[in-house]
């Protein structure tokens, strides 16, 4: 915390031993019936489960051609692989293979945007680390966006750590916090993917800030945004009045006090912490309200339609006149849905799941 706590939300590094000439995304070729900011830019989208494939998500809302590349031998929680697939096709490519490299090596070959959110080195180690990929690229005639999501920040003796939202809650304090407003000196950990989400939307910020500067001067960027830096910006905001707290506590009766240190985050999803704290003492239609929702297609799981809350980049204007819309045009499919190309085709291997229920 302390290496960081003067950290920017983002940061942006240009690459200055790659010079390419400055191209508007403007002038990429795009579906002249999406009028979305980003449609024609091409994101690569090699993450793992919230944060990164937050960034890549909020990229597909703004219009871009998002790929998230997955594989079929690793695991990953069904509900975090559903959401982080929204709005992108899903390709499945096994990196530690010789056909798997050559597929992502041409996929690079038109990418804008490049999103590694796997454990530090483990993509150098595979071959595609940030130097691999922009020397990849060196000679066409625009540069590359790679953008890099990690736990503790991109300062201090644990850059090369790997680590989850709920290690980033514990090391930035906000664990303690939790733990104290529940009446005990002891750390617990916070129930929602608070710093999960807002770091995807720190890293589309980041990518959006390097699009417009690619635009202007041209060449190639790095963007860095991690768990711990947007939870020292969180916290830079403060915390609620001792009045507000206790008037929070009435209201929630039933869930302060009730949990403990070894209480761990699945426990609190199956609980709906989250979720029955946001409710408090209200009824759920006034708290949950639908016009923040937006109903995507579920079925290439197997689910009915599943309601999600809607994209929080809005533009000014109404959508109808502007065109400028905000929301995601496809549901989530998982991996291997699609054919391991930039046009969206399904695969022809693979294998539908079944109807089970809906959410």
């Given amino acids: 915390g302390q290496a960081n706590r003067n950290e920017a939300l983002y940061n942006l590094l240009s690459q200055p031993y790659y010079v390419q000439p400055a191209v508007s995304w403007s002038s990429i070729p795009f579906d002249p019936s999406d009028k979305r900011p980003l449609s024609g830019l091409k994101v690569l989208d090699l993450a793992r489960a919230i944060a990164a494939p937050s960034i890549g998500r909020l990229c597909a809302a703004l219009g871009a051609t998002v790929m998230r590349v997955l594989c079929s031998t690793n695991t990953e929680l069904p509900i975090t692989l ?39 080195a483990v993509l150098e180690h595979l071959g595609f680390g940030r130097d691999a990929v922009f020397g990849l690229v060196a000679n066409r005639d625009r540069g590359i966006i790679y953008c890099q999501e990690n736990c503790y920040g991109w300062k201090g003796p644990w850059v090369v750590r790997p680590g989850w939202a709920q290690i980033a809650d514990t090391v930035s304090g906000i664990g303690l916090g939790v733990g104290r407003f529940n009446g005990y000196d002891e750390a617990h950990i916070f129930p929602g993917p608070n710093a999960d989400y807002m770091t995807g939307h720190a890293g589309a910020a980041g990518v959006l800030h390097a699009i417009y500067l690619g635009s202007i ?19 830079s905001f403060g915390t609620y009045s001792e009045e507000q707290q206790a008037r929070m506590k009435e209201r929630n009766k039933d869930l302060v006090g009730h949990t403990r240190h ?55 204007g109404k959508k109808e006149t502007t065109g400028m819309r905000t929301d995601w045009t496809a549901g989530p499919c998982p991996p291997g849905y699609h054919e391991p190309e930039w046009e969206r085709k399904q695969s022809s291997t693979f294998i539908p799941i079944q109807q089970v229920a809906t959410m």
């Fill in 82 to 120: 559903i959401d982080g697939c929204i709005g992108k096709t899903s390709v499945d490519i096994n990196l530690k293979t010789f056909e798997g490299q050559k597929q992502l090596l041409k996929l690079i070959e038109d990418a804008d945007v490049f999103i590694d959110g796997y454990r530090p």
């Fill in 217 to 235: 001067h041209g060449g190639s960027y790095v963007t860095q945004c991690s768990l711990l830096v947007s939870n020292l910006h969180m916290m």
């Fill in 262 to 316: 070894y209480d761990e985050i699945v426990s609190h999803g199956k609980n709906r912490h989250v979720v029955r704290g946001f409710i408090a003492d209200r009824g759920f239609e006034k708290a949950i309200k639908s016009k923040f929702y937006q109903t995507v297609d579920g079925s290439m799981w197997g689910l009915g339609n599943i309601d999600i809350v809607k994209s929080a980049l809005v533009f000014s």
